[in-house]
């Protein structure tokens, strides 16, 4: 069954940087769009990023752009998420997810930005 697994979470200072990685088993990962989603304290599913196939068109939400980054290999069923210059904003259970709203998500991954 589709399972997807996220990792490299952590509590960071704003201004702080954190990659998460997503690994992806179950079904054929080079065949889908994949997404990054999020979930504030007290609010929905967020989509946060999205990239194709082969990682060539990347696609993300206002507030995060230039500041995240996301990336794919193919090669080892994983995905990845940069985050860059953090805010506390940003402070949220972040999943990778095989659709944009999340309805096929791992578990999490606690990103807690504080002063």
């Known amino acids: 069954q589709v399972q997807l697994v996220e990792s490299g979470g952590g509590l960071v200072q704003p201004g702080g940087s954190l990659k998460l990685s997503c690994a992806a088993s179950?079904?054929?990962?080079?065949?889908?769009?994949m997404y990054w989603v999020r979930q504030a304290p007290g609010k929905g599913l967020e989509w946060v990023s999205s990239?194709?196939?082969?990682?060539?068109?990347?696609y993300y939400e206002e507030s995060v752009k230039g500041r995240f980054t996301t990336s794919r290999d193919n090669a080892k069923n994983m995905l990845y998420l940069q985050m860059n210059s953090l805010k506390s904003d940003d402070t949220a259970v972040y999943y990778c997810?095989?659709?944009?709203?999340?309805?096929?998500r791992g578990r999490g991954t606690q990103v807690s930005v504080y002063s």
């Open positions: 997810a095989r659709d944009s709203e999340g309805n096929i």
């Open positions: 179950g079904f054929a990962f080079n065949a889908y769009w």
């Open positions: 990239i194709n196939q082969q990682g060539g068109n990347a």
